[in-house]
């Protein structure tokens, strides 16, 4: 364990640099007015998964790792709503899920905004038509942005949240 | 076994590739059941379809693989699970989707139907009913001082949802009984009447994590089905697709099992491998987890040279880094403290139900479809199905160890040998009926299509290996600390969204 913990030290970090500002101030730029409340220099998130085929939570998963140290931004995971800023939402919203997400909702303290990861997130995405969905997060919570990818990369992630964070700050 | 035989000899004419299947008498049905109960015969899958219910059954001893269809009667069919248990889950989905009853069944509340759906009974009758949602009664523990702890659906980390409620004498858990159905998302009604690219699509959505596994099940029975043979070439790339995709799991897992045993340096060292895992997999194949990879008649891309030379990197990177881990592993003693004797499995359940993946290996059975049902690549590769037989979560974490070394060697096997040629044939629309069995990351994957003749899927079912899992991990916690569901729970990683449909 001492070799590993002394290459930490020693060794450059894999950490990488934050994605590209072009594409975070595009995203920021979208958000509504509302959402550009202050927030502060950090955000608290929960995500809730509401039927995705778990994809999503691999990359999101993901983000915690360390080249992209979600941490560093002041961004964090926390395990309940009540202490989220954040919803991070995934998957079609099956039926069985959406009184969840909508207590979910309820229970996260105002200001707080809601973003849908994914294409089934957004609407419903191969899920979409079925008995079983309610098409995306959209039907049962309103959302304010919006991160498309079947799953969204690491990177589309961090983008997105980045653009929380800016809008907040803005 | 005598009405095994029959089902094998009369099946052969059937319908299904290229495992038989065949109608069986209610009592043919009943005796086939029996065999399941004494252990002569491992239960493969069971679903329901138009008026009838299939049950896929395995003599493992043979590796051979059949399917018994028993028409239902005034809507009923003779309870599988009366006899052996494994089958309750099943069969009470078989009752939600499609109405049919297992008659005698020892449990008859609800599965996947959580009365929120708008119908009731969705693949049969299809009959609206208010979406109010049900009371659920939990199985009971009585006793003086025991006290439940309702857990999910919605959880702490980022996981999926299933609800567990356990019932407690202080710290010691007594009993957990999961309810899931969560994430049903109505796969298989969206795959009734979809073309096969479509529904190949949904298939490797079941369960995202196993993308490329299901992707492939889904193809294997689409191809079987219609008579396709697909070039050797597309058989090595599938191959080295699943064995990247079991490699990224796996270290995944080992990892994130250590964190919930609170050694979070794991975790970032099996993070930081994983992660070198999926972006080769993006440039080696367009997709961090390989999703729509795997298409009827092949794979969607060829795979470049430098495609080639950057998985071979990547092999040496995982070898170069991976035995420092495990040797931090094995020699820290409060991580063995949290892992070695907990959440025992007992093997007498896993060979009961049938128990495949890291969760039936590391409590002594033996079974891998990739060797036991052999299908290319694999039929030609040398590798070990890893075996361990204590059944703690120490043994699932070593069985994980083990085929982390075993994928980078048949990897690198398959990149060796990749074949020239193209990578994919056209599977022409038309009838036919296709089974096929593949091994995932955590266990087999079973995909049952059947075709119309103009080429749409009629019904197809992917039976995800958790089914055989989730029970067991009820079994595995009873005894333990409730502290300790989060590790017993992530050794086994069972798939909420392959169960829940």
Redesign the interface.
């Known amino acids: 364990m001492r070799k590993l913990l002394l290459q930490g030290l020693l060794k450059a970090p894999l950490t990488e640099p934050a994605p590209e500002d072009v594409a975070v101030d595009k995203l920021a730029a979208e958000l509504n007015a509302a959402a550009r409340a202050r927030l502060g220099r950090s955000l608290s998130i929960r995500e809730v998964d509401a039927g995705s085929c778990n994809g999503c939570e691999l990359e999101i998963h993901a983000l915690g790792n360390a080249f992209y140290d979600l941490e560093r931004f002041g961004l964090h995971v926390v395990a309940s709503p009540r202490h989220a800023d954040v919803l991070l939402v995934t998957g079609p919203v099956a039926k069985t899920m959406a009184e969840a997400l909508k207590r979910t909702y309820d229970a996260t303290p105002a200001p707080k905004w809601v973003v849908a990861a994914g294409d089934c997130a957004i609407n419903g995405g191969v899920f979409a038509g079925g008995y079983a969905c309610a098409g995306g997060v959209e039907a049962i919570v309103p959302v304010d942005l919006r991160i498309p990818g079947c799953p969204p990369t690491p990177v589309a992630l961090l983008t997105g949240l980045l653009a929380l964070l800016r809008a907040g700050r803005g | 076994m005598q009405a095994f035989a029959q089902l094998l000899e009369s099946g052969r004419a059937g319908p299904c590739r290229p495992f038989p299947r065949a109608q069986v008498s209610a009592e043919q049905w009943t005796t086939l059941a029996e065999h399941l109960a004494a252990g002569d015969l491992v239960l493969m899958g069971l679903w329901g379809d138009a008026g009838a219910v299939h049950m896929a059954l395995l003599d493992e001893a043979s590796g051979r693989l059949a399917v018994a269809t028993c028409a239902s009667v005034g809507g009923a069919f003779p309870s599988v699970a009366r006899h052996h248990p494994p089958a309750a889950r099943l069969e009470r989905t078989v009752r939600d989707l499609y109405g049919l009853v297992p008659e005698g069944a020892p449990d008859d509340r609800p599965w996947l139907d ?1 009365g ?4 009731r009974h ?1 693949l049969g009758a ?1 009959l609206p009913a208010e ?1 109010e ?1 049900d009371a659920y009664p939990f199985l009971a523990a009585e006793g003086e001082g025991l006290h439940q702890i309702p857990v999910g ?2 959880h ?6 299933g609800h567990f409620r356990f019932s407690c004498y202080g710290e010691t858990v007594v009993r957990l009984e999961a309810r899931l ?7 298989e ?2 795959m009734a009447g979809a073309d096969v690219a ?1 529904a190949a ?2 298939a490797g ?5 196993s ?1 490329v596994a299901y992707a492939l099940a889904f193809c294997r029975a689409v191809e079987a089905a219609r008579g396709v043979s697909v070039p050797a070439r597309a058989h090595a790339l599938r191959g080295v697709m699943a064995e990247l995709e079991r490699l990224a799991n796996h270290l ?1 897992d080992i990892g994130a099992i250590c964190n919930d045993a609170a050694f979070a ?1 794991m975790l ?2 099996c ?2 491998l ?2 070198k895992v ?1 972006r080769v997999c993006a440039r080696a194949f367009g997709h ?2 390989m ?1 729509d990879g795997v298409i009827p008649g092949g794979v969607a891309g060829d795979l470049a040279r430098e495609g080639v030379s950057s998985i071979r990197v990547l092999v040496s990177e995982v070898r170069a880094a991976f035995p ?2 495990v040797e ?1 592993y094995d ?2 003693a409060s991580l063995q403290d949290r892992t070695v004797g907990t959440g025992f499995t007992r093997p007498d359940y896993v060979r009961q139900f049938g128990a495949g993946g890291f969760v039936g290996r590391a409590s002594g059975r033996p079974f891998d479809a990739r060797r036991v049902l052999a299908y290319p690549p694999y039929d030609r590769l040398p590798f070990e199905v890893v075996v361990r037989t204590e059944g703690d979560v120490n043994a699932r974490v070593w069985v994980r160890i083990r085929e982390v070394e075993e994928s980078l060697g048949l990897i690198v096997r398959l990149l060796d040998t990749l074949p020239a040629g193209p990578v994919a044939t056209e599977v022409p629309p038309g009838p036919g009926e296709g089974l096929a069995v593949v091994e995932g990351f955590r266990g087999d994957v079973l995909a049952f299509v059947a075709l119309e003749a103009d080429g749409r899927v009629r019904r197809a079912h992917l039976r995800d290996p958790s089914w055989f899992q989730w029970p067991l991990l009820e079994t595995a916690i009873e005894g333990n600390i409730v502290a300790d569901f989060p590790l017993c729970n992530k050794s086994f990683n069972c ?3 392959g169960v ?1 449909l």
Request: charged share 20%; aromatic share 6%; net charge positive.
């Open positions: 959580h929120r759906w708008g119908v969705p299809n979406p949602g659906p919605v702490a980390g980022i996981i999926e949802p159905g969560y994430v049903h998302k109505g796969i009604g969206l479509q699509r949904l959505r079941q369960s995202g994590d993308t995944g340096l970032a060292h993070g930081v994983r992660e999926l961090r987890l999703m420092a881990l931090l020699n820290t798939s909420y969204s829940d």
